[in-house]
């Protein structure tokens, strides 16, 4: 079975504090892709990174990076230098990656979601 | 304009009425797919095409059901609307093998069933 699990339902820091979201995964497949989406109070889901299981580098994008371990089912997301812009609701997900298994239905599959509150 | 189109944007309607969400795509993908959201939930996948003659559940479909027009438009409908369909739902629209994996998603339609 296939399973994302963020543990963190709610966090709340300060502006400028770093801050890093939780997100462990499960699944039998060898090859999968991982995935951070966001949502602002505007409700529209905002893609933010995609990640191969093949490559476990770190990714760094601007104040924004993503931890990859296999060895612990983990894709942690840190933000560095929070600000009241980054208040969203965060979703990770797991999706086998396409074109390998006959019958993939491509889907993704979601985390709970973690909420951030930035306060000023 | 939005490359994957939801409409309406917000709904409220009654229990025992017939409902249909509507999603277009400009994309050109193949694969469709229809979401819920709720609080603490994550997003669920209600149904899921392939092409136009490809349509297969997903793990919460019970109560909802699905007409793909066309390669670009996907519709869902609530037969019989119960308040515990009042939810955030999403299309979403991916290209089909050799695709980089990532979901676009519609801005998202808000039911409310009363």
């Known amino acids: 079975a296939q399973k994302v699990t963020q543990a963190q339902t709610e966090i709340s820091v300060v502006e400028k504090e770093d801050v890093t979201l939780d997100c462990v995964y499960e699944?039998?497949?060898?090859?999968?892709?991982l995935f951070w989406y966001k949502q602002p109070p505007s409700g529209e889901l905002v893609f933010l990174i995609r990640r191969n299981s093949f490559d476990e580098q770190n990714e760094i994008s601007g104040r924004y990076s993503w931890n990859f371990q296999k060895s612990t089912s983990s894709f942690n997301f840190t933000i560095t230098a929070s600000q009241v812009v980054d208040s969203a609701v965060y979703f990770c997900?797991?999706?086998?990656?396409?074109?390998?298994?006959?019958?993939?239905?491509?889907?993704?599959?979601f985390g709970q979601g973690t909420t951030l509150q930035v306060k000023p | 304009d939005a490359d994957v189109t939801q409409t309406p944007r917000n709904r409220i309607t009654k229990t025992g009425k017939r409902i249909m969400l509507e999603c277009s795509q400009t994309?050109?993908?193949?694969?469709m797919y229809w979401y819920r959201q709720d609080p603490g939930l994550g997003l669920r996948l209600i149904y899921y095409?392939?092409?136009?003659?490809?349509?297969n559940k997903g793990e919460i479909s019970d109560g909802y059901s699905v007409s793909r027009q066309a390669q670009a438009k996907f519709s869902l409908s609530l037969e019989s609307a119960i308040p515990n369909q009042t939810a955030l739902y999403f299309c979403?629209?991916?290209?089909?093998?050799?695709?980089?994996?990532?979901?676009?998603f519609g801005e998202g339609s808000r039911l409310t069933v009363l």
């Open positions: 979403a629209t991916r290209q089909g093998q050799g695709s980089s994996g990532e979901l676009f």
């Open positions: 095409s392939f092409d136009v003659k490809d349509i």
């Open positions: 994309k050109g993908h193949d694969r």
């Open positions: 997900a797991l999706s086998p990656f396409p074109a390998i298994y006959s019958g993939n239905t491509g889907k993704l599959i």
């Open positions: 699944t039998r497949d060898t090859t999968y892709y």
